[in-house]
């Protein structure tokens, strides 16, 4: 049987660094679905459809072949992380990650992949809708004010002008929709481990998690 990690959490709990890591250490594909979401969206706009336009968008994502390589995505054979993260797919994605039928399509691909790979998955709905039979499931959390800490000091050492209160603001913001949204809300599911990484470093939250891996690999 393949092994899958399900990793959960709200935006900015560190779980794309953490899942890297894991990944690297125990030898999974490291799988960021929240970058599918996004290319989705970044296509949709260059594309000019809008979230109610369901056909289309639907039509559109049949045409995006993704993969991950090297812990990248790959659209259509084209390296697009660095997209990704620009602010005008940042400010649109949650509309887009909300349609129904965007997020069928989108879990059907990541259940192929985690058929044919041992993942480790990273998301918001990857422990109780897409991988509802992981191997581990961890929901992965902090307090709101120490991810925009985290957030801040890291746009500061890229010499970004930001606000620290500006960006607690949005952490919420994005909590709140992520969490109330209708279809496929984050929430933790009910056998996935709770990890609150406020008080830890990097290196403890690897540590922490791999005991529940460990523990998986000694019983299968
Ligand atoms: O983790 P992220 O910030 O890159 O996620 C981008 C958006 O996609 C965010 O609004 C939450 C959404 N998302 C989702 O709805 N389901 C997932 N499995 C992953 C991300």
Same mark, same amino acid.
């Given at each position: 049987?393949?092994?899958?990690?399900?990793?959960?959490?709200?935006?900015?709990?560190?779980?794309?660094? @953490?899942? =890297?890591?894991?990944?690297?250490?125990?030898?999974?594909?490291?799988? !960021?679905?929240? %970058?599918?979401?996004?290319?989705?969206?970044?296509?949709?706009?260059?594309?000019?459809?809008?979230?109610?336009? @369901?056909?289309?968008?639907?039509?559109?994502?049949?045409?995006?072949?993704?993969?991950?390589?090297?812990?990248?995505?790959?659209?259509?054979?084209?390296?697009?992380?660095?997209?990704?993260?620009?602010?005008?797919?940042?400010? !649109?994605?949650?509309?887009?990650?909300?349609?129904?039928?965007?997020?069928?399509?989108?879990?059907?691909?990541? +259940?192929? @992949?985690?058929?044919?790979?041992?993942?480790?998955?990273?998301?918001?709905?990857?422990?109780?809708?897409?991988?509802?039979?992981?191997?581990? =499931? $961890?929901?992965?959390?902090? +307090?709101?004010?120490? +991810?925009?800490?985290?957030?801040?000091?890291?746009?500061?050492? =890229?010499?970004? =002008?930001?606000?620290?209160? %500006? $960006?607690?603001?949005?952490?919420?913001?994005?909590?709140? $929709?992520?969490?109330?949204?209708?279809?496929?809300?984050?929430?933790?599911?009910?056998?996935?481990?709770?990890?609150?990484?406020?008080?830890?470093? $990097?290196?403890?939250?690897?540590?922490?998690? %791999?005991?529940?891996?460990?523990?998986?690999?000694? +019983?299968?």
């Amino acid at each position: 049987m393949r092994t899958s990690i399900a990793i959960d959490g709200p935006a900015g709990a560190g779980k794309s660094t @953490i899942a =890297k890591l894991l990944g690297k250490k125990y030898d999974l594909m490291y799988i !960021n679905t929240g %970058s599918m979401y996004r290319a989705v969206t970044l296509f949709a706009m260059k594309n000019g459809i809008e979230p109610n336009e @369901i056909e289309k968008l639907c039509s559109l994502i049949d045409e995006l072949e993704m993969h991950f390589e090297n812990d990248d995505l790959i659209v259509n054979g084209v390296d697009v992380s660095k997209e990704l993260t620009n602010i005008e797919v940042t400010n !649109n994605v949650s509309r887009y990650a909300a349609v129904p039928e965007v997020r069928q399509k989108l879990v059907q691909l990541q +259940r192929g @992949i985690s058929k044919n790979y041992d993942v480790i998955m990273d998301g918001r709905d990857i422990g109780t809708v897409v991988l509802k039979d992981a191997s581990v =499931k $961890i929901f992965l959390t902090a +307090r709101p004010e120490e +991810r925009a800490t985290r957030r801040y000091e890291e746009l500061i050492a =890229k010499n970004v =002008k930001v606000d620290y209160n %500006s $960006i607690l603001e949005d952490i919420k913001k994005r909590d709140y $929709i992520d969490s109330h949204r209708e279809v496929d809300p984050l929430q933790k599911a009910e056998d996935a481990v709770e990890v609150d990484s406020s008080l830890m470093n $990097i290196h403890e939250v690897v540590e922490a998690i %791999s005991k529940y891996i460990e523990e998986y690999k000694n +019983r299968a």
